[in-house]
């Protein structure tokens, strides 16, 4: 993932706000504006996302933009769905929250995820129907992004 966290908050941080639009129209919005892929995606989200290795340990690095914004010491589950397999992965650092974007009704929100050695080929988009992130009273039901 070559999506880096600099890169989203530069891209969301000029000054100038847009006037509402479509919640269909939000997420083409935030496709537009970031170099890169999503990962998935649901009605006012973007979810980037990838697997990264550190010591011998995996993640699903995500980065999340639009209209969800939280603040939690509570942590959070993604729940990935698949007519094979379910998976429900835990937050790496329980305490996160999002960032402001001067865009308005925009927020961007780096979650990282744990993931055991076994179920690491398992997170591909081409496997993967569905994800549900939950976190506090929010649940966010993201769609795989296809071209």
């Known amino acids: 993932m070559k999506l880096s966290f600099n890169k989203l908050v530069a891209a969301f941080g000029n000054s100038k706000t847009k006037e509402p639009a479509e919640t269909e129209n939000i997420t083409n919005d935030i496709i ?12 006012q989200n973007v979810m980037y996302g990838a697997i990264k290795e550190l010591g011998g340990y995996y ?34 650092m329980d305490e996160f929250e999002s ?10 929100t780096r979650i990282d995820f ?29 769609k795989i992004f296809k071209d």
């Open 32 to 43: 537009n504006a970031i170099e890169g892929n999503p990962f998935a995606v649901s009605e």
């Open 59 to 92: 993640y699903f690095k995500t980065i999340i933009v639009g209209s969800f914004k939280i603040k939690t010491k509570k942590g959070a589950t993604l729940s990935i769905a698949s007519n094979d397999f379910e998976l429900d992965l835990k937050t790496d």
């Open 99 to 108: 960032d402001h974007s001067n865009v308005s009704n925009r927020f961007i």
């Open 114 to 142: 744990q993931v055991e050695d076994e179920h690491v080929s398992k997170i591909d988009a081409s496997k993967i129907d569905t994800l549900k992130l939950k976190a506090k009273k929010n649940v966010i039901n993201f």
